[in-house]
């Protein structure tokens, strides 16, 4: 089976002569379907600009791009933005909501803007909401909405169009503990259900829940490895904590 | 601990009693404050009893002998498992710094190689605490009691970085 993401020999580079930045050198790196990566390290280390490349929001100065079995670092801007709205679900660390739109239609946008007939989008949506928490807060604007429920609104948002692989920049960076907890419980969820994700995070409870973890520094992979699945509990935990 | 610390100088080369606190000194800077004279050569005794160092005697003329320490396969074995050793019963700053100085001291392993097994295993202690909170309902005793154990392992990965900052070089 061919990886959802694909990346060879990605370099990009900012500046020239002495101000030469290597954000992202000679990178190779691959996603398989269905798998939840977490991309960690510290600021500058690139991390966020290799999203974006994987994105197809920016290019690479060299190297290639594969998503879903396409090469998407060649194409025009508009083929790009056809790959992102059909194949690609963004979540940032601000939301970046519609201010003016309700949770619901702030949701069902991508899928009409996709071709989807109005009622399909609205019945997917509102079945989004639901599955996310939020049944009853879908006539709400996000102004009224707490960051959490806005962080799943937006992560319905990102995955209204059944996306190939779920892109999230920092999604736990603007949450509480409380909050943070549910975006992670969501992942899980969707990772259930098949989803391939790879997130961005510098936070080490959210990169700590990940099967893979992927640390970067200076642009390059520094360490790469599988998290065996916990067999601990919580009363395992904490009879722990009495003794010391 | 001072067992460890001992052995693990005495890893990069054999030394003399004295020699060896010398260079205890130079490696441990202020945590060398707890190693005395007297202290030095107990250890030494203790750790040749139970066969982690041999002694040859030296004749030196007009002078008391002098002792040369060497590390057996036994001691050298204590030391790799005391450097790669992850479990950190309660995080033991002290212990794993002492780890990290003499292991670039006695060039016996890479500090930053220490960091990042150390960190390995934190990373699966914090993944174990925060799944075991996110099965619990919010706002239970669990879930208050689990987040102080996520925070505690999170400021001992924190730590780590600093670790890492330190002896990696990085600027």
Same mark, same amino acid.
């Given at each position: 089976m061919s990886p959802v993401v694909r990346m060879i020999g990605v370099c990009k580079h900012f500046g020239?002569?002495?101000?030469?930045?290597? +954000?992202?050198? =000679?990178l190779d790196f691959e996603v398989s379907e269905g798998e939840a990566v977490m991309v960690t390290g510290p600021s500058g280390c690139g991390k966020s600009t290799l999203l974006q490349l994987m994105g197809g929001l920016d290019l690479p100065t060299a190297g290639e791009v594969w998503v879903g079995g396409r090469r998407?670092?060649?194409?025009s801007e508009r083929a790009r933005a056809r790959l992102r709205r059909e194949h690609v679900g963004f979540v940032f660390q601000d939301f970046?909501?519609?201010?003016?739109?309700t949770a619901l239609e702030n949701v069902e946008l991508p899928a009409l803007l996709a071709g989807t007939s109005t009622g399909r989008a609205r019945r997917r949506a509102s079945a989004l909401l639901e599955e996310m928490g939020l049944a009853d807060r879908g006539?709400?604007?996000? +102004?009224?909405? =707490?960051g959490g429920q806005k962080q799943r609104v937006a992560i319905a948002r990102a995955v209204v169009n059944r996306p190939t692989v779920l892109l999230a920049d920092?999604?736990?960076?603007?949450?509480d503990s409380v909050a943070t907890t549910e975006v992670l419980r969501l992942f899980d969820t969707l990772r259930a259900n098949g989803q391939t994700l790879v997130v961005v995070t510098h936070d080490q409870r959210t990169a700590a829940t990940a099967e893979r973890i992927v640390s970067l520094r200076d642009g390059a992979i520094v360490e790469d490895h599988i998290l065996a699945p916990s067999t601990v509990n919580a009363a395992d935990l904490l009879s722990g904590e009495a003794l010391t | 601990m001072q067992r460890e610390v001992v052995l693990a100088l005495l890893a990069k080369e054999p030394s003399h009693g004295y020699e060896l606190r010398a260079r205890t000194e130079r490696a441990l800077g202020?945590?060398?404050?707890?190693?005395n004279a007297g202290q030095m050569y107990v250890t030494l005794g203790r750790l040749e009893q139970s066969g982690l160092v041999t002694s040859t005697r030296e004749a030196v003329a007009e002078r008391p002998e002098r002792r040369t320490y060497e590390l057996t396969a036994a001691g050298r074995e204590r030391v790799e498992e005391w450097l790669t050793d992850v479990t950190w019963p309660r995080p033991d700053l002290t212990d794993f710094h002492l780890k990290l100085v003499v292991a670039a001291a006695g060039r016996l392993a890479d500090p930053v190689e220490l960091v990042s097994a150390q960190r390995r295993e934190l990373v699966r202690r914090l993944r174990d605490a925060q799944r075991a909170a996110m099965d619990e309902p919010d706002g239970s005793d669990a879930s208050l009691l689990l987040e102080g154990v996520v925070l505690r392992i999170e400021a001992d990965l924190t730590w780590l970085d600093a670790c890492e900052r330190v002896w990696g070089g990085a600027p």
């Open positions: 020239k002569g002495e101000a030469l930045v290597r +954000a992202v050198d =000679s998407i670092d060649r194409t970046h909501l519609m201010d003016e739109l006539h709400h604007r996000p +102004a009224q909405l =707490s920092e999604p736990t960076g603007n949450l | 202020p945590l060398a404050a707890g190693f």
